[in-house]
């Protein structure tokens, strides 16, 4: 069995974003959701290059990450918007204040 790998690159570590990956990973044999931390969240040049990777494709599949750093990737042109690709009933199944944390100018945004 090939299993698809995810990677998730989050800003600080926390346990429960890592549970929930295990826990996903477990229940869905076929992914495995590999979680990491920013090496050093406030470090302009750590964010510089992960835009970099973005833009090479090289980039993690997830981002958890602050307003700013998104910001920051969306004025760098690495992301791209969600409002067409994600249905009105799936946004109806995800927590509100997620989808808001993850708009910027009015749109949500993905990498």
């Given at each position: 069995?090939?299993?698809?790998?995810?990677t998730l690159l989050q800003r600080f570590q926390n346990s429960y974003t890592a549970s929930c990956a295990e826990e996903y990973?477990?229940?869905?044999?076929?992914?495995?959701?590999?979680?990491?931390?920013?090496?050093?969240?406030?470090?302009?040049?750590?964010?510089?290059?992960?835009?970099?990777?973005?833009?090479?494709?090289?980039?993690?599949?997830?981002?958890?990450?602050?307003?700013?750093?998104?910001?920051?990737?969306?004025?760098?042109?690495?992301?791209?918007?969600?409002?067409?690709?994600?249905?009105?009933?799936?946004?109806?199944?995800?927590?509100?204040?997620?989808?808001?944390?993850?708009?910027?100018?009015?749109?949500?945004?993905?990498?």
């Amino acid at each position: 069995l090939n299993k698809v790998q995810v990677t998730l690159l989050q800003r600080f570590q926390n346990s429960y974003t890592a549970s929930c990956a295990e826990e996903y990973s477990r229940t869905h044999p076929s992914v495995e959701v590999n979680v990491s931390q920013m090496e050093d969240p406030r470090n302009e040049t750590v964010l510089n290059r992960l835009a970099e990777e973005m833009k090479a494709g090289t980039g993690p599949d997830l981002l958890v990450l602050s307003g700013e750093q998104l910001s920051t990737l969306q004025g760098a042109g690495v992301l791209a918007s969600l409002e067409d690709l994600i249905s009105a009933d799936t946004r109806a199944k995800v927590f509100g204040g997620v989808l808001q944390a993850g708009r910027r100018e009015g749109k949500l945004m993905y990498s």
